[in-house]
């Protein structure tokens, strides 16, 4: 590998096309180079009906363009029934965590849901950019999940991030900052003037804005954490937020070189004005646009992309969408084909899209909703649980060792297989996969390819594919030689290859 769904409309399928070897490919569509590369890093996974769906809008750029603008209008009737499938959401922190010391259940398994409800999200979704850019953020503006303090505000928080992953980052950062949950997570909960914890206060400058640098010192640490008291969480007795204004320090205030009289109490509205101001710092455009090239064009992208992306997100007014835009306009991006890594839970999410998995609502522990979890596990990764504040890591080089590869070999012929999970799941049967018989090994593959990588095959994946079958790539196979573990080695094959594990 470089370093550096299913989904729920009905869709025309698109013409035919015959291959040099006689196959059709009724019903598969397949992107060209660019619509592909623009698919593979703002959605979850290239399926046939996706890029069918991108044709009939005029390409890739006016999907990307109708995702973007109001998310809230793309049908998503599949994911809007999610909620009832995971009970527990309904309830209020405060509620939670009654139940939790009630023994309904506990506060891990509240978090668990909140993981599962997130990969069936992701993966089924028709608002795929709304989805992964809820990521990227919840990854930026990170709270762990599970966490023993914070998880009774996790739900919302979440709900948080989503509802301003399009919008401006400053807004963003203003709710994030000063939410429940990331106040449980960095102790900002509990600080107050006379007792203030620091923890929130620098991260804030060293991960979520400004960066690590000379910029600031201690004294604009401690000054940070002094603005920010006030917000409070009854941690470990109720879970009620609110703003407390005697707890909150008074009196002027200097962080870097943001300045305020911070006379009043209710420190909300200069608190509120410390945290546009850092949303705005030219740091935090410099820094912010950095990780968005690095999620979505390369692991090290270059001085001129950042610098391109920096300054359409300050002229915006932190403008996200437009910020995005500037990115795709770049040549940068448009060079970066296949030069990302998927993740654990990208390569869990993308697979189950192209294998055409359809999830049942969960009934047992043995469910699909539950497994695809644990997959995503095995291969080193669930949603939110990384211990630290800073994130999972962006690049390459964290997702490609040995293990996670050997990993992820074994869970893609589980998934190919319909082996495990099999309760509350419907899987597509192999030979659904095939084109019509008979046909040499080489159109097979090839048609099996524009399935699941949205391309024609490769003359290596056909080599690949014929050692692991043990068949020559001109053969002519009729249904009998191709029974449903033949084909399925088949499937897994194409998915262990670095088209599938890179985006």
């Avoid at 835009?325 to 970066?336: D, Q, V, Y």
Wanted: aromatic share 8%; with cysteine; proline share 6%.
């Amino acid at each position: 590998m470089n370093s550096s769904t299913r989904n729920s409309a009905t869709l025309t399928p698109t013409a035919s096309a015959p291959d040099t070897q006689g196959v059709t490919h009724r019903g598969v569509a397949t992107a060209n180079r660019t619509d592909r590369h623009l698919l593979n890093r703002f959605s979850y996974g290239v399926t046939p009906a996706l890029v069918a769906q991108t044709k009939s809008l005029g390409g890739s750029r006016a999907w990307f363009n109708q995702q973007v603008r109001d998310p809230a209008r793309i049908e998503d009737d599949f994911v809007a029934g999610l909620r009832a499938w995971f009970p527990r959401t309904r309830y209020s922190p405060e509620q939670l965590w009654k139940r939790h010391g009630d023994g309904v259940y506990a506060g891990h398994e509240v978090m668990w849901d909140l993981q599962r409800w997130t990969l069936l999200r992701r993966t089924y979704s028709r608002r795929q950019v709304l989805e992964v850019m809820t990521d990227f953020w919840s990854n930026f503006l990170h709270v762990s999940a599970p966490h023993d303090k914070a998880w009774p505000h996790r739900w919302e928080y979440d709900a948080v991030i989503r509802r301003h992953a399009l919008g401006r980052f400053d807004n963003l950062l203003v709710a994030a900052i000063t939410h429940p949950a990331m106040g449980c997570y960095l102790d900002n909960g509990r600080s107050t003037k006379d007792n203030p914890n620091e923890n929130l206060g620098r991260e804030l400058l060293e991960l979520h804005t400004v960066g690590i640098g000379e910029h600031y010192d201690e004294k604009d640490v401690l000054n940070s954490a002094l603005m920010l008291t006030g917000y409070r969480v009854d941690i470990r007795r109720t879970y009620a937020a609110s703003y407390a204004p005697g707890d909150h320090h008074t009196g002027p205030l200097r962080i870097m070189d943001f300045q305020h009289a911070n006379g009043s109490a209710d420190g909300r509205p200069a608190t509120q004005a410390y945290l546009r101001h850092l949303a705005r710092h030219p740091l935090t455009a410099v820094r912010l646009a950095r990780r968005l090239c690095q999620q979505f064009v390369r692991d090290d992208p270059s001085d001129a992309l950042v610098g391109h992306v920096a300054a359409a997100y300050r002229s915006s007014g932190t403008d996200i969408r437009t910020t995005l835009r500037a990115l795709l306009a770049h040549p940068e991006f448009g060079a970066s084909v296949d030069m990302k890594v998927r993740t654990p839970c990208e390569d869990a999410i993308a697979t189950y899209r192209v294998l055409g998995v359809k999830a049942l609502r969960p009934t047992t522990d043995q469910s699909f909703a539950n497994m695809i979890t644990f997959q995503a596990h095995s291969m080193g990764q669930r949603p939110f649980d990384w211990p630290r504040p800073d994130g999972f890591p962006l690049v390459g080089e964290s997702w490609s060792g040995v293990s996670r590869v050997l990993n992820s070999f074994h869970t893609h012929h589980l998934q190919a297989g319909g082996f495990f999970p099999k309760g509350q799941v419907q899987y597509r049967k192999p030979a659904s996969f095939l084109p019509r018989l008979p046909a040499k090994l080489g159109a097979v593959v090839d048609h099996v390819a524009r399935q699941l990588l949205g391309r024609p095959a490769s003359a290596n994946q056909k080599a690949a594919v014929s050692i692991r079958l043990g068949l020559a790539v001109t053969e002519p196979l009729t249904a009998e030689r191709l029974p449903d573990f033949k084909v399925i080695r088949m499937l897994d094959t194409l998915l262990n290859t670095p088209t599938h594990m890179s985006r």
